[in-house]
C-alpha cells in the first residue's frame, strides 16, 4: 500500500469532519434561539446567575492554549522537536486548567442545587429550567471535546518524542491543531451566548 | 505473485493471513465485501421480522404475539432495515469495492479510516442487538418520537447510541468517499467523465455529511434526557417535543436521499449498457442527482404536517415536497429514453432495474399525494403510508440493491450464476411485492392505523392477502440468495466484461487485482460511448 503524500487532501478530509463537528454543535445552537426566543426573561434571569469572571479567565486559557498548538505547528515546520514537546505539553496543562475551571464552576452550581433533573430546577420557572438544561448540555459537550483534543495532543506528543512526527510528515500534528482549534472556537460562540449577551 | 493475481489470493496487509489478513485489511475491495456479509445479515434478519409482523396481522387480533412484542418488532424491523440495512447498503458495498476502480484509483483515500467505519459499522449492530435484551426490547418506532421515547421503560438509550455509533461509521464513509473524488480521481478524468454510479455515491456521500450531524446531536440529547432528565424536550418542563421532531426529520428526511440515489446509481449503469446505448441525459442525471441531494434537505417538514405548523409553513414544505419529485423523474425519463431504439440485452440487472422504474414509480407518485397537506390529512399515519415508504424504499432502494448485486456479482467474485433462477427470483419477488404493498393502499385510505398490532375485522380480507404475498415475496429473496451462493459451488468463470459494459471496472480482470489496475487505465471521453469501445478492443461485449 501506497503511503499518501497528498496534504491538502488530508487537509480536506478533516475540513470536512470539522464541518460535521460545527454542525453537531449548531443542532444544539438552534435549540437554543428556540428556547431563547420562547422564554427570554427567563433566560436573561438565569444567565446573571452564572459566574462570568470564571468564564472569562476560561476563555483566556483556552485561546492561549490555542496559540500554544499553533506555534508547536510552526515549530515543527523548523524541526524544533524539543520545543514542540514543549508546546505542546503547555496546551494540554492549559486545557485541563480549563477542565478543572469548569468543573469548580459546576460544583457550585451543584451546590445551589442547580444539575439537570433536580428538584429545584424541576419546580422553578419553565425557561431557567431551559436555560441550565442548555448550559449543562452544551458545556458538557463541549468540555467531552476537550478530553478527546487532550488525548489526541497527548497522542501527538508521545510521536514526537518517538519520531513518528516530524517536520516531513506532520499531518496528524496539523489536525490535531485543527482539531483543537474548533474546539477553541466553539467555546467562543458558547461563551458570549451563556455569559455575555443576556 | 503477477500483479494480475486477484485480491482474494492477494492478502492485504501482506504479513496476516486468513482471516487476520481480512479483518485487518485496508483493501476497499475486501471492506466492500465485508460489508456484503455483515449487512445482508442484518437483512435476513429484518425481514424475519417483518414477516413475523405480516403473519401476526394476517388475521385481527392477537395470534401471533402480543401488542408489546409487536411493537418491539416494528421497532427492531424499522432500526434494522433503516439504519443496518438500507442507508449503508448500497454506499458501503457497492460504493467502496466500485468508486474506486470506477475512477481509475488504487484505493480509497483514508484506507485505514474505511477500515475503521466497518468495526464502527459492527460495534453499531451488535450494540443494538444488546439493547434487545438490557431492560426490554424498544417500543418506540425507529423514529424515536419523545416524550415517549424519554419515558418508556425499555431499553432505548442503548438503541438510540447504537444508532449514533452507525451515523459516526456513515459519516466517515461519506467523508472518505467525498475526498477520494476529489484527489484520487485519475489525472485523465474530468467531472462529466464520471461514471454514474460514483456520481451518485458522491452526491450521497455530501447528503451524509450534512445532515447526519444534526440526527446525532438529536439522539444525544435523547440519550441526556433518558439519563439525567434534562428537560429539552420534555413538555412537563418546558421542552418543546415539536423541536425533536424538527430535528429528527432534518437528517432523517435528506436520509431517505441517502438511500435512494446510490439505488438510481446502480439503475443508471444498468439501464445503458444492456441497452449499449450511451445513457439519455449524463448531465441532466448529474444534475439530478445534485438537485435531489440539494431540494430534499429543504423538505423534512412535510412528515409534520399534522404536528401543529402555522398554514404557511404547511404550504412551503408541501411545495418543496413536489419540487423534488422534478428531478426524480427527470431520471425516470432519462432511464426510459435510454432504452429508446437502444439494442436491448435482456439480462437479471436489466430485469430488476426494469421492476425498480415501475415500483419506484408508483412509489413517487403516492409520494406526492403525501406531500400535498390536504390528502396528508386523511392518509397520515395510516397503512398508506407504509405502502409509499416501502414501494420507494424496497421496490426502489431494495430492487436497486439486487439489480446491482447481479450487475457486479461476476465482478466481485468473478463466478456467473443461473440466469433462469435469477429471473424467477425477481418475478417471485415482485410479484409478492405488488401483492403485499398495494392493498395497504386501499387499507390506508379505508383508515387502517399504521403500528398497531390489530385491526376491525373488515380490514382482514385485505390484510391476509398482503400477508400471502409477504410469503412469495420473501420466497423469491430467499431463492435469489440461494442462486447468487449457488454460483460458488459450480464455477462458471465470467471474464472481466460479462455484459459489455464501458466503464473503467470492466476493463480489470474478475475479480480484480488488488492494486485494481495492472496497467495504466485509459479513460474514455465519455464514460458510456459504446461505439469507441467497440473501435478500441473489437469482439468485446458478446
Known amino acids: 500500500m501506497s ?6 487532501g488530508v487537509q480536506f478530509g478533516m475540513w470536512l469532519f470539522l464541518y460535521t463537528e460545527i454542525m453537531l454543535f449548531g443542532g444544539l445552537f438552534v435549540i437554543y434561539a428556540t428556547y431563547y426566543y420562547q422564554y427570554t426573561n427567563d433566560f436573561i434571569a438565569a444567565g446573571k446567575e452564572l459566574e462570568l469572571v470564571m468564564g472569562t479567565v476560561n476563555t483566556a486559557v483556552l485561546l492561549t492554549s490555542s496559540l500554544t498548538a499553533a506555534i508547536a505547528i510552526e515549530a515543527m515546520r523548523k524541526d524544533a522537536r524539543k520545543l514542540v514537546i514543549g508546546l505542546l505539553g503547555v496546551t494540554i496543562l492549559l486545557a485541563l486548567t480549563f477542565l478543572c475551571i469548569k468543573y469548580v464552576e459546576w460544583g457550585h452550581k451543584f451546590a445551589h442545587e442547580i444539575f439537570p433533573g433536580s428538584e429545584k430546577l424541576a419546580s422553578g420557572p419553565h425557561g431557567v429550567t431551559m436555560f441550565y438544561g442548555l448550559y449543562f448540555t452544551m458545556t458538557g459537550l463541549h468540555a467531552l471535546h476537550v478530553i478527546i483534543g487532550i488525548l489526541v495532543l497527548g497522542v501527538c506528543l508521545a510521536f514526537t518524542a518517538r519520531g513518528k512526527i516530524h517536520g516531513g510528515r506532520m499531518d496528524i500534528l496539523e489536525n490535531s491543531g485543527l482539531y483543537w482549534h474548533l474546539v477553541d472556537i466553539i467555546w467562543i460562540f458558547l ?8 | 505473485m503477477s500483479a494480475e493475481t486477484s485480491f482474494f489470493n492477494t492478502p492485504s496487509p501482506a504479513r496476516y493471513k486468513g482471516l487476520g489478513a481480512w479483518l485487518l485489511t485496508t483493501d476497499h475491495k475486501r471492506i466492500g465485501l465485508m460489508y456484503l456479509v455483515v449487512i445482508l445479515f442484518w437483512f435476513a434478519i429484518g425481514v424475519t421480522a ?6 401476526q396481522l394476517m388475521s385481527p387480533g392477537s395470534t401471533l404475539m402480543e401488542a408489546q412484542t409487536y411493537n418491539a418488532f416494528f421497532t427492531v424491523h424499522g432500526v434494522i432495515m433503516i439504519f443496518l440495512f438500507i442507508i449503508p447498503g448500497i454506499p458501503a458495498i457497492f460504493g467502496n469495492f466500485l468508486l474506486p476502480i470506477q475512477i481509475g484509483a488504487e484505493d480509497v483515500f483514508f484506507p485505514r479510516l474505511n477500515l475503521l467505519s466497518w468495526y464502527l459499522y459492527v460495534a453499531g449492530g451488535i450494540i443494538a442487538i444488546i439493547s434487545l ?5 424498544p417500543d418506540t418506532g425507529w423514529t424515536f418520537y419523545v416524550p415517549f421515547s424519554i419515558t418508556t421503560k425499555t431499553g432505548v438509550s442503548i438503541t438510540v447510541f447504537a444508532v449514533f455509533v452507525l451515523g459516526m461509521s456513515s459519516m466517515l464513509t461519506g467523508i472518505n468517499f467525498i475526498t477520494t473524488v476529489h484527489r484520487l480521481r485519475h489525472r485523465d478524468m474530468g467531472w462529466m467523465q464520471i461514471p454514474l454510479f460514483t456520481w451518485s455515491v458522491y452526491g450521497t456521500a455530501w447528503v451524509q455529511l450534512l445532515a447526519t450531524p444534526v440526527i446525532a446531536v438529536t439522539l444525544l440529547v435523547v440519550i441526556f434526557e433518558r439519563l439525567f432528565g434534562v428537560g429539552l424536550f420534555d413538555p412537563a418542563k418546558g421542552g418543546d417535543p415539536i423541536l425533536f421532531q424538527h430535528l429528527f426529520w432534518m437528517y432523517s428526511h435528506p436520509a431517505v436521499y441517502i438511500m435512494i440515489l446510490p439505488g438510481m446509481g446502480i439503475i443508471s449503469e444498468v439501464f445503458p449498457v444492456f441497452s ?5 441525459g449524463y448531465k441532466s442525471i448529474v444534475a439530478a442527482t445534485m438537485a435531489i441531494a440539494v431540494v430534499g434537505s429543504f423538505v423534512w417538514a412535510h412528515h409534520m404536517f399534522v404536528s401543529g405548523m402555522s398554514d404557511t409553513a404547511v404550504l412551503v414544505f408541501s411545495f418543496l415536497t413536489f419540487a423534488v419529485a422534478v428531478p426524480s423523474a427527470v431520471k425516470v425519463f432519462n432511464w426510459v429514453s435510454t432504452m429508446y431504439r437502444g439494442s436491448i440485452h435482456v439480462g437479471p440487472p436489466f430485469l430488476f432495474a426494469m421492476v425498480f422504474i415501475f415500483l419506484f414509480t408508483v412509489g413517487g407518485l403516492t409520494g406526492l399525494v403525501q406531500g400535498a397537506a390536504g390528502p396528508n390529512v386523511h392518509i397520515h399515519d395510516t397503512h398508506w403510508v407504509v405502502g409509499h415508504f416501502h414501494f420507494v424504499m424496497f421496490g426502489g432502494t431494495g430492487f436497486a440493491f439486487f439489480a446491482g448485486l447481479h450487475f457486479w456479482w461476476p465482478k466481485f467474485f468473478g463466478r456467473m450464476y443461473n440466469f433462469r433462477r435469477a429471473y424467477a427470483g425477481a418475478v417471485l419477488m415482485a410479484a409478492g411485492f405488488i401483492m403485499h404493498y398495494l392493498p395497504m393502499f386501499i387499507l390506508g385510505l379505508k383508515g387502517m392505523p399504521r403500528r398497531y398490532y390489530t385491526y376491525l375485522p373488515e380490514f382482514g380480507p385485505l ?10 415475496m420473501v420466497a423469491g429473496i430467499v431463492l435469489t440468495f440461494v442462486n447468487l451462493l449457488l454460483s460458488f459451488r459450480k464455477a462458471e468463470p465470467a471474464g472481466p466484461d460479462p455484459w459489455g459494459g464501458t466503464t473503467l471496472e470492466w476493463t480489470v480482470p474478475s475479480p480484480p487485482p488488488v492494486q485494481n489496475f495492472a496497467v495504466e487505465p485509459v479513460v474514455l471521453p465519455f464514460p458510456y460511448d459504446f461505439t469507441a469501445k467497440e473501435k478500441m478492443k473489437p469482439g468485446s461485449g458478446t
Open chain 1, 3 to 8: 503511503v499518501h503524500t497528498d496534504h491538502k
Open chain 1, 191 to 198: 461563551f458570549p451566548l451563556f455569559y455575555l449577551i443576556l
Open chain 2, 50 to 55: 417483518g414477516l413475523f409482523m405480516r403473519t
Open chain 2, 133 to 137: 435484551f438490557v431492560s426490554g426490547a
Open chain 2, 276 to 280: 449499449r446505448k450511451s445513457v439519455f
Open chain 2, 463 to 472: 390484510n391476509f392477502i398482503a400477508g400471502i404475498g409477504a410469503y412469495i
